[in-house]
T-cell receptor, first 116, second 111 residues
Framework: GAVVSQHPSWVICKSGTSVKIECRSLDFQATTMFWYRQFPKQSLMLMATSNEGSKATYEQGVEKDKFLINHASLTLSTLTVTSAHPEDSSFYICSALPGGSTTEAFFGQGTRLTVV | GQQVMQIPQYQHVQEGEDFTTYCNSSTTLSNIQWYKQRPGGHPVFLIQ?????EVKKQKRLTFQFGEAKKNSSLHITATQTTDVGTYFC???????????FGTGTRLLVSP
């Protein structure tokens, strides 16, 4: 199957700093990428949908100024958690949808963010 | 907004017993997918169902999509310890690309 690489796999940062997470589709072009957040023992909550070359669409309750998403190319989307706080500590997962597809979305390995 | 609920939240079975998780959406879906997530891992795609009433099998796993395309189920026959993990359904509404995940069912299998 297609490969989506997410980096870093884990990161620890201090409160008030920003953290950037990258999501790359390695062997296909992804016109659409999704960013999810998962708290321990909970489901994946969709944060935003990003389409290459356009602004991301954020889900209700997700602060777009805090979670900056950039989808500058067909193989790369980034999520920047700005001014991180301990409550932002979570597992962040991206998924990528091949162009024109409405079937399987391919997931990155996830990034475990801990804000201290 | 769209909500997708799963029951049970958690089930602990003995190896060899059967297991079923049920998925219910608040809205009609164009398709539904099932994923398995092992502890510490990311979701892994299992299958997609598209047609009303569709039934698909993968070895010991049987997936069903309801006639109204608002519910689905996953049945595992004769569970094995390798089946341990959390099973999520994820649905897409017609005209939408985004996948909304269900609340998940965590399965524990004792040898």
């Amino acid at each position: 199957g297609a490969v989506v690489s997410q980096h870093p796999s884990w990161v620890i940062c201090k409160s008030g700093t920003s953290v950037k997470i990258e999501c790359r589709s390695l062997d296909f072009q992804a016109t659409t990428m999704f960013w999810y957040r998962q708290f321990p023992k909970q489901s994946l909550m969709l944060m935003a949908t990003s389409n290459e070359g356009s602004k991301a669409t954020y889900e209700q309750g997700v602060e777009k100024d805090k979670f900056l998403i950039n989808h500058a190319s067909l193989t790369l989307s980034t999520l920047t958690v700005t001014s991180a706080h301990p409550e932002d500590s979570s597992f962040y997962i991206c998924s990528a949808l091949p162009g024109g597809s409405t079937t399987e979305a391919f997931f990155g390995q996830g990034t475990r963010l801990t804000v201290v | 907004g769209q909500q997708v609920m799963q029951i049970p939240q958690y089930q602990h079975v003995q190896e060899g017993e059967d297991f079923t998780t049920y998925c219910n959406s608040s809205t009609t879906l164009s398709n539904i997918q099932w994923y398995k997530q092992r502890p510490g891992g990311h979701p892994v795609f299992l299958i997609q169902l598209v047609k009303s009433g569709e039934v698909k099998k993968q070895k010991r796993l049987t997936f069903q999509f309801g006639e109204a395309k608002k519910n689905s189920s996953l049945h595992i026959t004769a569970t094995q310890t390798t089946d341990v993990g959390t099973y999520f359904c994820a649905g897409r509404r017609t005209g939408f690309q985004k996948l909304v995940f269900g609340t998940g069912t965590r399965l524990l299998v004792s040898p």
